[in-house]
C-alpha cells in the first residue's frame, strides 16, 4: 500500500470510530431512554427493542447487517465495502459499550439535541468514504441489483420505521422521531458541506477577457467561457463560469466591478462541488 493511501485509510478508520461513538451516544443517551426511534436500519433495531426489551440494540444490528454483506460482497467496491464492514463493528461496539445518558428532560429539546449529536457524527461517518452499514449498504445492493435509487431506498425505511410508531406507540413519539430525522438531516450538512460552500456565479459583460484574466492571476480560479450572443444586440460575447468559496465572492464581486462596473452577475448555490483544490464534497 502507497504511503499516501495508508495515511487516506487511516484517516477514514479514524473518522468512522469517532462518528460512530458520537452516533452511539445520540443512541444510548437520548434516543433509548427517551423510546425514540431512528431511521434506517437503527431505527427497526430500536423499535424490537422497545417491544423486546431483553434484545439488545447492538447485537440486533450486527445481525441484520450480516446478510447484507454477505450479498454485497461482490456488488460493493472493494475499498467501500472493508471500510464499511469497519464501520459496522465500530458502531455495533460503540453501542454496546458506551452507556451515558444525557439529562435533558423535556422531550422536543431531546429530539432535537439527539438530531444534533447524531447528525455529527452520521456526517463525520460520510465524510470517511464508507458508512456504517445498515442502509447505506441495502441502499447501495438495491440500486446495483434493481437500480433503486438510493433516496428511495432510505426514505422508505424511514416512512415505514414513522408507521411503525404511529401504529404500535402514538403519533406524538412519531412526530418527536421526525424531528430528530429532521435535524439530524441538516446537521449530516452541515458537517459535510459546512462554512466550504461553493457559490457557482455567471459573468456577462463585454469586458470579459479582462475579467478573466483577473480572476486567472489575481484569484487563482479555473474558469470556463461559454460563447453566448445579446438577445437584444445580437453581438456575440463569452460568459464566464467559475466556482468560488463563501469567502472568496466578495473579493470576486469587487474584481469582476472594477474591470466593469456594469457587469452581469449571477450567483447560484451549490449542493456539492467535486473537483481539483475547489471540491467540497468527499468522492465515495
Known sequence: MKKKDFRSTIKSLALLLLGSCICALAVNGILVPKQFLSGGLT???????????????????????????????????????????????????AIGLI??????????LSA??????????????????GSA????????????RFGIKLGTTLLTF???????????????????????????????????????QRKAVTIVSERWQEINGAILEEMQRGTTLI?????????????IYTVVSRRELHQLKEVVLREDPGAFLVVNETSEVIGHRIGNQPQW
Open 112 to 129: 432535537i439535541l439527539a438530531g444534533l449529536i447524531n447528525g455529527v457524527g452520521s456526517g463525520m461517518i460520510l465524510r470517511s468514504r
Open 158 to 196: 424511514n416512512v415505514i420505521v414513522l408507521t411503525c410508531v404511529v401504529v404500535f406507540f402514538s403519533i406524538d413519539e412519531a412526530l418527536f422521531t421526525l424531528v430528530f430525522m429532521f435535524v439530524s438531516s441538516r446537521m449530516v450538512d452541515l458537517v459535510i458541506y459546512g462554512l466550504s
Open 227 to 239: 460563447a453566448a450572443s445579446g438577445g437584444f444586440s445580437q453581438q456575440p460575447v463569452n460568459m
Open 99 to 108: 452507556d451515558f445518558r444525557i439529562g435533558v428532560n423535556d422531550m422536543m
Open 133 to 144: 452499514g445498515g442502509t447505506d449498504i441495502l441502499s447501495v445492493l438495491l440500486a446495483s
Open 43 to 93: 431505527g427497526v433495531t430500536l423499535f424490537i427493542n422497545r417491544l423486546v426489551p431483553s434484545a439488545p440494540v447492538s447485537g440486533l444490528y450486527f445481525a441484520f447487517n450480516i446478510p447484507l454483506f454477505i450479498f454485497g460482497y461482490r456488488l460493493l467496491g472493494g475499498h467501500f465495502f472493508m471500510l464499511s464492514f469497519a464501520g459496522t463493528a465500530f458502531y455495533t461496539l
